[in-house]
């Protein structure tokens, strides 16, 4: 078919447009990827490396999320010949082909990477990820004074657990950081085997800067040899989302042996709304969620402990939380005496510094660095732990 024309000089200009050829009738529909104007470099490769298996040529595919990838990781097979690269806001992005397979890798600095394999047998899909993550990373290296931490997040692509490692000082370091009655129920808890456990939910509450956070990265050390230890970034989003909670409760399971198969503590920090006496109403099923996967029907099969801390009262928490059975231990962690702070100021010169009631860690930080405590009608309120 032909059409003309004219220009903007008035010159005929004379137009082919060809039809498609017919498909047949028994072909496939054809496969559409839209792209626009606002599509970066990165996300027209991931659009590309989807082709291959979108249309069927390459039916099979693997992927897997990396952390602690090693810099100089190639993540790809020497023979790959590369199609496309992309580096842009801290990503690079390697789209490459070999015989038979299509490989796309996107790696970001904070170590983290993405790999994804499209083949045409599932064997050879298998193979070239092999190839692509062998020797590619090393976890993060720990020692005395730290302890390997996982964190979770809902991302774009959904949840991720980003590993790292942080310092946790033993507990018997800081021992003299807690009150009598509370160092006692900690040491009970530090003390705590895989076989000993009991309850599945663990309560940490009390006023903020009272040392609940440090005690916790005391637990992730101690418990190490048989816990895992992650903190979940977004409590909210994790009982609010179903896929999100699957994904944290279930973990890996490639380790079919019960004995072997590590524990898992999940730690959730300042989560009043969650637990409060109207968490029902305010929170929809999040309670609900959370108290399935510590003793209802999620949690059944699952070697996961929970641990809470909250600035509210016991008495204000919501009775299903902190009823009998539940809890693997309900800690007030509160105020030192007076007599404690003194002893762990050991400094006679800020002792007007301290009240009859004591004082909490927070408070006693800021004596030792010289820092005048605020006045208690002039403390401002706040709904946060903080670091303690």
């Given at each position: ?7 903007p000089q008035?010159?005929?200009e ?16 054809p ?13 027209v490769m ?10 069927g040529e390459?039916?099979?595919?693997r ?9 100089e ?19 690079e992005?390697v789209l490459?082909e ?6 796309l890798?996107?790696?970001w600095?904070s170590?983290i ?5 499209s ?12 190839e692509?993550?062998r ?19 809902m991302g774009?692509?959904g949840?991720?657990?980003?590993g790292?490692?942080i310092?946790?000082?033993a507990?018997q ?10 160092a ?5 808890v530090m ?30 050390r101690?418990?190490?040899p048989?816990?895992q230890s992650?903190c ?12 999100y909670?699957?994904?944290v409760?279930?973990?890996d ?10 524990w ?10 969650l637990?409060?006496g109207?968490?029902?109403q305010s ?14 029907m999620?949690?059944q099969?699952?070697?996961v ?9 016991l ?15 309900q800690?007030?962690?509160?105020r030192?005496?007076?007599?404690e ?13 301290i009240?009859?009631?004591g ?12 820092e005048?405590?605020?006045e ?11 670091y303690?």
């Open positions: 078919m032909t059409m003309s024309r004219e220009t008035g010159v005929p004379i137009l082919h447009l060809v039809e498609p050829p017919e498909a047949p009738l028994d072909a496939p529909p496969v559409v990827l839209n792209l626009d104007e606002t599509s970066s470099p990165s996300e991931d659009v590309l490396s989807l082709r291959p298996f979108a249309t390459q039916p099979w595919s992927s897997v999320r990396l952390e602690h990838v090693k810099p990781a190639p993540l790809r097979p020497p023979a790959a010949r590369t199609v496309r690269a992309a580096n842009e806001r801290g990503k992005s490459a070999g015989e038979g397979w299509t490989l890798t996107s790696r600095k170590g990477a993405y790999v994804s394999v083949a045409v047998t599932e064997d050879l899909a298998q193979s070239v990820m092999d692509c993550v020797d590619a990373t090393d976890p993060p290296k720990t020692d005395d004074a730290n302890v390997e931490m996982g964190f979770w997040h774009s692509r949840p991720v657990r980003t790292r490692a310092s946790a000082d507990w370091d800081i021992r003299r950081n807690y009150t009598a009655p509370v006692e129920a900690l040491d009970r003390s705590l085997t895989r076989e000993e456990v009991t309850g599945r939910l663990l309560l940490l509450h009390g006023p903020p800067g009272t040392g609940k956070t440090t005690a916790l990265r005391a637990l992730a101690a418990w190490d048989w816990c992650d979940v970034l977004d409590p909210e989003a994790l009982f609010g989302t179903p896929s909670l699957m994904e409760a279930v973990g399971e490639d380790d079919d042996d019960a004995d072997k198969r590590r898992r503590l999940l730690i959730l920090e300042d989560c009043d709304e637990i409060g109207e968490a029902k929170a929809g099923q999040g309670l609900s969620r959370l108290l399935n996967l510590t003793d209802g999620l949690g099969g699952r070697d402990l929970v641990a809470i801390t909250t600035n509210e009262d008495a204000r928490l919501h009775p299903a939380v902190v009823r009998p059975g539940r809890c693997l231990a800690i007030e962690v509160g030192l005496t007076r007599s702070s003194l002893a762990w100021l050991d400094d006679t010169s800020v002792e007007g510094e009240g009859a009631d004082a909490t860690l927070a408070e006693l930080v800021a004596l030792r660095k010289g005048k405590a605020p208690a009608e002039s403390a401002p309120s706040t709904g946060t732990g903080f303690l």
